[in-house]
């Protein structure tokens, strides 16, 4: 079964940092995309920033200069560093990865439970 786990939210004051995990666990035979996605109340879910493989990264224009992704391909965990952290980061975020299970099987999308980041004085 495979399972994405994320951890690392929390409450935080405007200036914080917080560094969230996500760990991905189960029988895979590739991981491809992993990022991460916030979902404010009464907002669409949003990228916020996903990194390839290979390590190319993208970011959404809002997190540029204070977030960082990056994963771990031996453990098969994707992080997102987030420092300076603004009352308008407030969200529920979501770990996402792009999931191969077979070498010429097709790819999935999974998703985390998510987790919430409060930024809040």
């Known amino acids: 079964q495979v399972q994405l786990v994320e951890s690392g939210g929390g409450l935080v004051q405007p200036g914080g940092s917080l560094r969230l995990s996500c760990v991905v666990s189960?029988?895979?035979?590739?991981?491809?995309?992993m990022g991460w996605y916030r979902q404010a109340p009464g907002k669409q879910r949003e990228l916020v920033a996903g990194?390839?493989?290979?390590?190319?990264?993208n970011y959404a224009d809002s997190v540029k200069g204070r977030f960082t992704i990056s994963r771990d391909n031996v453990k098969n965990t994707v992080y997102l560093q987030m420092n300076s952290l603004k009352p308008e980061d407030t969200a529920v975020y979501y770990c996402?990865?792009?999931?191969?299970?077979?070498?010429?099987?097709?790819?999935?999308?999974?998703w985390g439970q998510g987790t919430q980041v409060t930024v809040s004085s």
């Open positions: 990194i390839t493989s290979g390590g190319s990264i």
């Open positions: 189960g029988s895979i035979f590739s991981i491809h995309v």
């Open positions: 996402n990865a792009d999931l191969q299970f077979s070498r010429w099987g097709s790819v999935y999308a999974y």
